[in-house]
């Protein structure tokens, strides 16, 4: 199973997000032999010998099983593509944001481990999702989004067990607040993008198949191990 960053193929969705910046820097620092950068808008990815950029729509079955086909030499799929509308599950004016959600944050982590399970396993590869530690416990005020990343946690648990005796390992990343767009408007300690990208590889390198990146993400499980509705009642606080 892949496990180190040197020489490997890598995959990556959501290519022009700030987290993915840093991984790709990271993943090239650490002697990726090729990344291919995966988004919709691709003139936002800079191509380079080592850096391919692939048009892709992470809810699109075709553009998914075309870039499988392109990618037939991955040996580590990032599932890094997401959206969080910082919503309250009972505040939204109807289901469009949590189906969203749930498309781009579960079923399309599923779109693409379904694709590239061949070449994974022909590999011996690995995947790695990116998630957050509000996976394991809910933020009320973005209710659906969390709800749609403990169902890629659940996600990447199924697909651990499915995948790990032929050969290919599957790895959750789960950091805390980290300094993005999506997290501009929260007034709390944020990691920076790079110190992110730099615990998910460490943990991956590692051997980790949780990474909880950061210390508002190792404090919260620390907490949940400890008392899990004691972290329940506080994230619910308004206070």
Do not use: W
């Not at 037939?72 to 919503?87: E, F, P, W, Y």
């Not at 659906?144 to 946690?153: H, T």
Request: aromatic share 4%; with cysteine.
């Amino acid at each position: 199973m892949t496990a180190t960053i040197k020489d490997s193929v890598v995959f990556i969705t959501g290519a022009t997000g700030a987290i993915a910046q840093a991984l790709i820097a990271g993943l090239l620092a650490r002697g990726a032999a090729k990344v291919y950068a995966a988004a919709r808008d691709v003139t936002r990815v800079t191509a380079s010998e080592r850096v391919v950029p692939v048009k892709l729509d992470v809810a699109s079955d075709t553009d998914v099983t075309a870039a499988a086909a392109l990618a037939t030499d991955v040996t580590l799929l990032i599932n890094n593509a997401g959206v969080n509308h910082n919503t309250a599950l009972l505040l939204a004016p109807d289901l469009a944001i949590a189906r969203e959600e749930i498309e781009i944050n579960y079923l399309a982590p599923l779109r693409l481990a379904r694709a590239f399970a061949p070449a994974l396993i022909k590999n011996n590869g690995a995947m790695l999702n990116i998630l957050t530690i509000l996976a394991r416990v809910n933020l009320p005020f973005m209710g659906s989004y969390c709800a749609s990343k403990a169902a890629a946690l659940s996600l990447t648990q199924g697909l651990r067990g499915e995948l790990a005796p032929k050969g290919v390992r599957v790895v959750a990343a789960l950091p805390g607040a980290v300094d993005t767009r999506m997290t501009a408007g929260l007034p709390i300690p944020k990691m920076t993008t790079e110190e992110a990208a730099r615990e998910i590889l460490d943990g991956f390198e590692a051997g980790e198949e949780d990474i909880y990146v950061g210390e508002m993400a190792k404090g919260l499980a620390a907490g949940l191990a400890q008392d899990h509705k004691a972290v329940e009642r506080q994230l619910a606080s308004p206070a």
